[in-house]
T-cell receptor, first 110, second 115 residues
Framework: DAKTTQPPSMDCAEGRAANLPCNHS???????VYWYRQIHSQGPQYIIH???NNETNEMASLIITEDRKSSTLILPHATLRDTAVYYC???????????FGTGTRLTVIP | ETGVTQSPTHLIKTRGQQVTLRCSSQ?????VSWYQQALGQGPQFIFQ???????GRGNFPPRFSGLQFPNYSSELNVNALELDDSALYLC????FGEGRTGELFFGEGSRLTVL
């Protein structure tokens, strides 16, 4: 089921940009890249998604490589509240099953 | 907050018992998905309900069953509880139809402990 590879953990200094990588080398043409995060003891929270173009919203930016085999989630100014597990998920249009994997545990350090 | 509410938030059962977990979806959503999250793991897809019928199922045995009601709320039922069923059960609602984005809105979960 695993379609993505993420580092198990990362640290980031408060106020700096957090860059979370994700490899999805077997991604298909109709599959999107989604990012969710889960703060301790809460349900997962949608962050952003994209197909092939870079995307930005109020929470983050998503950079997808031209070959679509990897992507990076960027939190431009990390705060302590961004400490969470971040999940990179690849899913096709119309599919109903998100495979979360184990994600990257991001710790924002004061 | 997502507008998805789950109950109860915590419960303890013994092996062999049955449990029902409830979920109210966000207003305007017509689809409910259920996930199981064991300690230290990512959530695992159990099943999804759309138009009151099961619309996809993960690798879970038949003793995991569900319902969706006309108001789009949902129940997850687990029979013959086993110790390994101890987990956080997450409900997520979404819109399935034209304009669908695939974004799921999760509740805070129901933490089940089986003794």
């Amino acid at each position: 089921d695993a379609k993505t590879t993420q580092p198990p953990s990362m640290d980031c200094a408060e106020g700096r940009a957090a860059n979370l990588p994700c490899n999805h080398s077997t991604i298909s043409g109709n599959e999107y890249v989604y990012w969710y995060r889960q703060i301790h003891s809460q349900g997962p929270q949608y962050i952003i998604h994209g197909l092939k173009n870079n995307e930005t919203n109020e929470m983050a930016s998503l950079i997808i490589t031209e070959d679509r085999k990897s992507s990076t989630l960027i939190l431009p100014h990390a705060t302590l509240r961004d400490t969470a597990v971040y999940y990179c998920i690849v899913i096709a249009t119309g599919a109903n099953n998100l495979f979360f994997g184990t994600g990257t545990r991001l710790t924002v350090i004061p | 907050e997502t507008g998805v509410t789950q109950s109860p938030t915590h419960l303890i059962k013994t092996r062999g018992q049955q449990v029902t977990l409830r979920c109210s979806s966000q207003s305007g959503h017509n689809t409910v998905s259920w996930y199981q999250q064991a300690l230290g793991q990512g959530p695992q897809f159990i099943f999804q309900y759309y138009r009151e019928e099961e619309n996809g199922r993960g690798n879970f045995p038949p003793r995991f069953s569900g319902l969706q009601f006309p108001n789009y709320s949902s129940e997850l039922n687990v029979n013959a509880l086993e110790l390994d069923d101890s987990a956080l059960y997450l409900c997520a609602s979404s819109w399935f139809g034209e304009g669908r984005t695939g974004e799921l809105f999760f509740g805070e979960g129901s933490r089940l402990t089986v003794l």
